[in-house]
C-alpha cells in the first residue's frame, strides 16, 4: 500500500500552483509527522531526527541517511494541558506546545532531538527531553561565539564530529566524505532555489503572499531534500505566469521572527493591512548559510565549519562583535527596497527583544520607519496587529 | 502635485454597511456621489461588486476610468482596489474635507467607537478606540430601536422630548437590553427610555474623549452621527464632565470613510506620479 506522502514526492512535475500550495499545508497541519515515518517505513535504515530552531547542519543529517525534521511548535493547532506545568509564565510558547506533542506521542517516531543553542528556554527544554525520552539521542548543540578558526573552528569541529559518530551510532552509518560532499551540494541547491523564490516574491510580491511563501519554506522543513529542491523548482516554473495585480502597499522587512513562529493569520493580517513583507526571518535556519559551501572537498566536515564561521546570517540568537547586526539589518532593507521594518518578536523572546532596542536605534539613525509588535504562537486576534500595520503603511504612503 | 482632476473611488466596508463614495480628485475635491447600502445576510464581496458596477455604469465611467480604488474598514472584501487605508486615517480625511476647522473627529461605527486627533493638515496625531464591548456602538442602539418599534431615524427626535431620562447600565448592553425590556414593562415614556440609553451611551464615548489630548472642534462621523439625540447627549455629557469641545456631526457622516479614502487615494495616486517622473 503506497504511503499517505509518498504521492507527493512521485508528481512533482504535474503539480499545479494551488496543489503545491496545498501540499506545503497539509504538511503545515500535519502534526503527527506522517511524512517523515512514511519516508523512515519505506527503508529499514532510515531514522528521523527532530531539531528546535534555528539552524543545524542538516547535511550531516542527510549524509547519514537522516531526515532532519524542524519542530516549530504546534501554533494554535492543540491545546496545551501539561506543556504549561514545565515552564513558568513568564517562558514564551514555543516550548509549551513541543512538549505537548512530546507528551502526546506526535513525535514517538523520532530517533534523536537537536537543541541548537540560542537560548536558555531551549536549553532547559533539552534537559526535560532527557528526562522524558531515555532511550533517543538528546543533544544540546554547541556553536562557537569565538569566530577565529583555531578557537571556534576547532571547538566547533570536535562538536560536528562528536554529534556525527553519536547520531551515526542509531543506524550502524559512519560520515562518508562522498556522501557528505554529496548531501553538501543538495543543499547549497536548496539554498540556491530558496533565494530565486525570495527574489521573485521580493520583486513581485503581489504574485506570492507572504503566507504561501512561509508555507513552501516550512515544507522544506520536513520534506527531504531532494523532493523539496524538485518542489520549490517546480513552483518557480509555475509563478511567473501568475496574473495578478500589484497592489499600492509599503515595502516591509519583518524582524524577529526567527524561533516561535508567528500565526499564519498574523503574516496575512500583516499583508492585508497594507505592508508587502519583502523579507523576513521566519524560517532564517535554512538560509543559515549564505552562498555555496564547497562540495568537491577532502574535509567537508572543515567545509561546514568555515561556513558557519565565516558565512552565517545575522540573528540575535548569535552574538558576533565583528558584524553588528544593525548593519546587516539595513543592509537588507536597502537590498529589498524595503520601507520600513516590522519588528515582530514572540513574547518573552530574550534575543530578539534584548535586541530590539539596539537595531531601532540603528534604524533611526538610518531615517528607516519602524514598528514593533508582539506575539505568540496561538495567537487568534489580530485586530491590534491590523490596526499596528495599517496606520505604519498609512504613514508611510500618505506623509513620508 | 498634478494640476488635472480626475475620478477616484473609496469603499468603506464596515460591520453593517457597506459606504461608497465617487469623488473628482483636484483642488476643490468634489465629492459626486454616496452610497450606503446594508449588507443584511449578504456576501459582502458581491454587493461590492454589484455596487461598483451600478456606479460606474450611472456616471458613464469604465474602471479604468478611476485612477485610485481605495479601501478602508475590512478591506480583504474588496476584491478590485489599488490600494487601501486605515479606517482613523480616512474618517478624519472625509471629515476633514468639509470642515478644515476640525482638530479631533469621533467615529461612531457599528461595532466600534474612536476617538481621532488630528493636525490642520488632517494627519493623524493620535487615537484611541473602544475594545470588543457591544454596549455603546451602533449595533446596540440599533438592537435597542428594534426592540422598541422604531426605525434609527425616529430615535433622535425622541429622544430630545424626553423630560425626565430614564437611568440605564452604562456598563453591559447586555444588561442595558434588560433594562429597556423592564422600563417597557413599568410603562417608562418611550422618549425617556430613548434618552437614557442615549446619555448611556454617550457617557462612555466622552470617558474615551478623555483617554486622549483633543482640541474643539470636534466631527462625530460614522453612522451613529446622525442620531440628534446622541449628540445632544454628547454634549450634555461633556458640560458634565467639564470639557468645553464643541461637537458636531460632520456633513455626510456615515461616508466620512469613504470620502476619505477616495480623497487619500486621489494624493497618492499624485504622489506616485510624482515619484515615477
Redesign the interface.
Given at each position: 500500500m503506497p504511503s499517505r506522502f509518498a504521492e507527493s514526492r512521485s508528481r512533482i512535475s504535474d503539480l499545479t500552483l494551488d496543489e503545491a500550495f496545498q501540499t506545503a499545508k497539509k504538511l503545515f497541519e500535519d502534526l503527527s509527522f506522517g511524512y517523515a515515518t512514511d519516508w523512515k517505513s519505506e527503508q529499514q535504515n532510515r531514522r528521523i531526527v527532530g531539531f528546535l530552531p534555528i539552524y543545524v547542519p542538516r547535511e550531516i543529517l542527510h549524509a547519514l541517511d537522516m531526515l532532519p525534521v524542524g519542530l516549530f511548535g504546534a501554533g494554535d493547532k492543540i491545546p496545551v494541558v501539561r506543556g504549561d506545568a514545565y515552564f513558568q509564565s513568564y517562558i514564551c510558547h514555543l516550548p509549551r506546545t513541543v512538549i505537548e506533542m512530546a507528551l502526546n506521542d506526535s513525535l514517538k517516531d523520532f530517533d534523536a532531538f537537536l537543541f541548537p543553542a540560542i537560548c536558555d528556554v531551549i536549553r532547559n527544554l533539552s534537559g526535560i527531553f532527557q528526562l522524558t525520552y531515555k532511550d533517543k539521542l538528546v543533544r544540546f548543540l554547541d556553536f562557537p561565539q569565538n569566530f577565529q578558526s583555531a578557537v571556534g573552528g576547532v571547538f566547533y569541529r570536535h562538536e560536528l564530529e562528536r554529534l556525527a559518530a553519536d547520531l551515526g551510532a542509531l543506524n550502524g552509518k559512519s560520515l562518508s566524505t562522498d556522501a557528505l560532499n554529496h548531501s553538501i551540494g543538495l543543499y547549497n541547491q536548496n539554498r540556491a532555489l530558496l533565494k530565486d523564490l525570495s527574489n521573485f516574491r521580493s520583486s513581485y510580491p503581489h504574485k506570492l503572499s507572504a503566507a504561501d511563501h512561509y508555507l513552501i519554506l516550512r515544507a522544506g522543513q520536513v520534506m527531504t531534500v531532494e523532493h523539496h529542491n524538485a518542489y520549490v523548482e517546480r513552483i518557480l516554473e509555475l509563478l511567473p505566469s501568475v496574473e495578478a495585480i500589484e497592489?499600492?502597499?509599503i515595502r516591509v522587512v519583518v524582524s524577529g521572527s526567527f524561533c516561535e513562529q508567528p500565526p499564519l493569520g498574523l503574516i496575512r493580517t500583516v499583508e492585508?493591512?497594507?505592508c508587502y513583507i519583502v523579507d523576513d526571518d521566519f524560517q532564517l535556519g535554512l538560509k543559515w548559510t549564505e552562498g555555496d559551501i564547497p562540495d568537491k572537498t577532502e574535509d567537508p566536515v572543515g567545509a561546514l565549519v568555515n561556513a558557519y564561521l565565516n558565512n552565517s546570517t545575522f540573528s540575535s540568537a548569535v552574538y558576533d562583535g565583528d558584524n553588528p547586526k544593525e548593519i546587516s539589518l539595513e543592509r537588507q532593507v536597502r537590498e529589498h527596497r524595503a520601507d520600513g521594518v516590522i519588528f515582530c518578536a514572540p513574547s518573552f523572546c530574550d534575543p530578539a527583544l534584548l535586541d530590539r532596542p539596539i537595531l531601532e536605534k540603528a534604524m533611526e539613525r538610518k531615517h528607516i520607519r519602524h514598528i514593533g509588535f508582539q506575539y505568540h504562537e496561538n495567537l487568534g486576534q489580530f485586530h491590534v496587529v491590523k490596526?499596528q500595520a495599517?496606520?505604519f503603511?498609512?504613514m508611510i504612503?500618505?506623509?513620508d | 502635485m498634478t494640476n488635472e482632476t480626475f475620478h477616484t473611488l473609496g469603499i468603506d466596508v464596515g460591520s453593517s454597511y457597506i459606504k461608497l463614495a465617487l469623488v473628482r480628485y483636484g483642488e476643490p475635491h468634489q465629492v459626486i456621489e454616496v452610497i450606503n447600502e446594508k449588507i443584511r445576510k449578504r456576501n459582502p464581496t458581491h454587493v461590492i461588486d454589484r455596487l461598483v458596477d451600478e456606479l460606474l455604469e450611472r456616471h458613464r465611467l469604465r474602471y479604468e476610468d478611476i485612477m485610485y480604488v481605495a479601501s478602508t474598514g475590512e478591506g480583504e472584501l474588496v476584491s478590485r482596489k489599488r490600494g487601501h487605508f486605515y479606517s482613523m486615517t480616512t474618517h478624519a480625511r472625509g471629515a476633514w474635507h468639509f470642515h478644515p476647522q476640525i482638530r479631533a473627529v469621533v467615529d461612531l461605527g457599528a461595532l466600534f467607537n474612536r476617538v481621532i486627533s488630528l493636525d490642520s493638515g488632517a494627519r493623524v496625531s493620535n487615537y484611541t478606540m473602544t475594545g470588543q464591548c457591544a454596549s455603546g456602538t451602533g449595533q446596540f442602539l440599533e438592537n435597542i430601536s428594534r426592540y422598541l418599534g422604531l426605525t434609527l431615524e425616529e430615535v433622535g427626535p425622541l429622544s430630545l422630548q424626553s423630560k425626565n431620562p430614564a437611568v440605564t447600565s452604562g456598563i453591559c448592553a447586555v444588561l442595558a437590553e434588560t433594562d429597556v425590556i423592564n422600563m417597557v414593562s413599568q410603562g417608562i415614556p418611550t422618549p425617556d427610555i430613548i434618552k437614557g440609553i442615549h446619555l448611556s451611551i454617550a457617557r462612555r464615548i466622552v470617558r474615551l474623549m478623555r483617554k486622549i489630548k483633543i482640541e474643539s472642534p470636534v466631527a462625530l462621523t460614522g453612522g451613529m452621527a446622525q442620531d440628534i439625540g446622541l449628540t445632544e447627549a454628547m454634549r450634555e455629557m461633556l458640560a458634565e464632565a467639564d470639557m468645553k469641545l464643541e461637537v458636531f456631526a460632520a456633513t455626510q457622516p456615515e461616508a466620512a470613510g469613504a470620502i476619505g479614502a477616495a480623497i487619500w487615494g486621489g494624493y497618492r495616486h499624485c504622489k506616485l506620479l510624482e515619484a515615477a517622473a
Amino acid at each position: 500500500m503506497p504511503s499517505r506522502f509518498a504521492e507527493s514526492r512521485s508528481r512533482i512535475s504535474d503539480l499545479t500552483l494551488d496543489e503545491a500550495f496545498q501540499t506545503a499545508k497539509k504538511l503545515f497541519e500535519d502534526l503527527s509527522f506522517g511524512y517523515a515515518t512514511d519516508w523512515k517505513s519505506e527503508q529499514q535504515n532510515r531514522r528521523i531526527v527532530g531539531f528546535l530552531p534555528i539552524y543545524v547542519p542538516r547535511e550531516i543529517l542527510h549524509a547519514l541517511d537522516m531526515l532532519p525534521v524542524g519542530l516549530f511548535g504546534a501554533g494554535d493547532k492543540i491545546p496545551v494541558v501539561r506543556g504549561d506545568a514545565y515552564f513558568q509564565s513568564y517562558i514564551c510558547h514555543l516550548p509549551r506546545t513541543v512538549i505537548e506533542m512530546a507528551l502526546n506521542d506526535s513525535l514517538k517516531d523520532f530517533d534523536a532531538f537537536l537543541f541548537p543553542a540560542i537560548c536558555d528556554v531551549i536549553r532547559n527544554l533539552s534537559g526535560i527531553f532527557q528526562l522524558t525520552y531515555k532511550d533517543k539521542l538528546v543533544r544540546f548543540l554547541d556553536f562557537p561565539q569565538n569566530f577565529q578558526s583555531a578557537v571556534g573552528g576547532v571547538f566547533y569541529r570536535h562538536e560536528l564530529e562528536r554529534l556525527a559518530a553519536d547520531l551515526g551510532a542509531l543506524n550502524g552509518k559512519s560520515l562518508s566524505t562522498d556522501a557528505l560532499n554529496h548531501s553538501i551540494g543538495l543543499y547549497n541547491q536548496n539554498r540556491a532555489l530558496l533565494k530565486d523564490l525570495s527574489n521573485f516574491r521580493s520583486s513581485y510580491p503581489h504574485k506570492l503572499s507572504a503566507a504561501d511563501h512561509y508555507l513552501i519554506l516550512r515544507a522544506g522543513q520536513v520534506m527531504t531534500v531532494e523532493h523539496h529542491n524538485a518542489y520549490v523548482e517546480r513552483i518557480l516554473e509555475l509563478l511567473p505566469s501568475v496574473e495578478a495585480i500589484e497592489a499600492d502597499k509599503i515595502r516591509v522587512v519583518v524582524s524577529g521572527s526567527f524561533c516561535e513562529q508567528p500565526p499564519l493569520g498574523l503574516i496575512r493580517t500583516v499583508e492585508n493591512a497594507g505592508c508587502y513583507i519583502v523579507d523576513d526571518d521566519f524560517q532564517l535556519g535554512l538560509k543559515w548559510t549564505e552562498g555555496d559551501i564547497p562540495d568537491k572537498t577532502e574535509d567537508p566536515v572543515g567545509a561546514l565549519v568555515n561556513a558557519y564561521l565565516n558565512n552565517s546570517t545575522f540573528s540575535s540568537a548569535v552574538y558576533d562583535g565583528d558584524n553588528p547586526k544593525e548593519i546587516s539589518l539595513e543592509r537588507q532593507v536597502r537590498e529589498h527596497r524595503a520601507d520600513g521594518v516590522i519588528f515582530c518578536a514572540p513574547s518573552f523572546c530574550d534575543p530578539a527583544l534584548l535586541d530590539r532596542p539596539i537595531l531601532e536605534k540603528a534604524m533611526e539613525r538610518k531615517h528607516i520607519r519602524h514598528i514593533g509588535f508582539q506575539y505568540h504562537e496561538n495567537l487568534g486576534q489580530f485586530h491590534v496587529v491590523k490596526e499596528q500595520a495599517g496606520t505604519f503603511a498609512d504613514m508611510i504612503k500618505l506623509w513620508d | 502635485m498634478t494640476n488635472e482632476t480626475f475620478h477616484t473611488l473609496g469603499i468603506d466596508v464596515g460591520s453593517s454597511y457597506i459606504k461608497l463614495a465617487l469623488v473628482r480628485y483636484g483642488e476643490p475635491h468634489q465629492v459626486i456621489e454616496v452610497i450606503n447600502e446594508k449588507i443584511r445576510k449578504r456576501n459582502p464581496t458581491h454587493v461590492i461588486d454589484r455596487l461598483v458596477d451600478e456606479l460606474l455604469e450611472r456616471h458613464r465611467l469604465r474602471y479604468e476610468d478611476i485612477m485610485y480604488v481605495a479601501s478602508t474598514g475590512e478591506g480583504e472584501l474588496v476584491s478590485r482596489k489599488r490600494g487601501h487605508f486605515y479606517s482613523m486615517t480616512t474618517h478624519a480625511r472625509g471629515a476633514w474635507h468639509f470642515h478644515p476647522q476640525i482638530r479631533a473627529v469621533v467615529d461612531l461605527g457599528a461595532l466600534f467607537n474612536r476617538v481621532i486627533s488630528l493636525d490642520s493638515g488632517a494627519r493623524v496625531s493620535n487615537y484611541t478606540m473602544t475594545g470588543q464591548c457591544a454596549s455603546g456602538t451602533g449595533q446596540f442602539l440599533e438592537n435597542i430601536s428594534r426592540y422598541l418599534g422604531l426605525t434609527l431615524e425616529e430615535v433622535g427626535p425622541l429622544s430630545l422630548q424626553s423630560k425626565n431620562p430614564a437611568v440605564t447600565s452604562g456598563i453591559c448592553a447586555v444588561l442595558a437590553e434588560t433594562d429597556v425590556i423592564n422600563m417597557v414593562s413599568q410603562g417608562i415614556p418611550t422618549p425617556d427610555i430613548i434618552k437614557g440609553i442615549h446619555l448611556s451611551i454617550a457617557r462612555r464615548i466622552v470617558r474615551l474623549m478623555r483617554k486622549i489630548k483633543i482640541e474643539s472642534p470636534v466631527a462625530l462621523t460614522g453612522g451613529m452621527a446622525q442620531d440628534i439625540g446622541l449628540t445632544e447627549a454628547m454634549r450634555e455629557m461633556l458640560a458634565e464632565a467639564d470639557m468645553k469641545l464643541e461637537v458636531f456631526a460632520a456633513t455626510q457622516p456615515e461616508a466620512a470613510g469613504a470620502i476619505g479614502a477616495a480623497i487619500w487615494g486621489g494624493y497618492r495616486h499624485c504622489k506616485l506620479l510624482e515619484a515615477a517622473a
